[in-house]
């Protein structure tokens, strides 16, 4: 069988720990991006009904 790296990726320990990882990142910035449109959302209705 042929060592490719995408098989090395899938099937080894540091290769599944590296994708866990890759996958967190991803999901904590779509949660940070989400959490601050909202926020900039609210402040910025707040702020236009106080003018």
Known sequence: ???TPLSTLFSSEIGLLSLF???FI??????IFLFVRRHVKEDTEAQQKRD
Do not use: K, S
């Open 1 to 3: 069988m042929e060592n």
């Open 21 to 23: 990882t890759i996958g």
């Open 26 to 31: 991803l999901c904590m910035g779509v949660y």
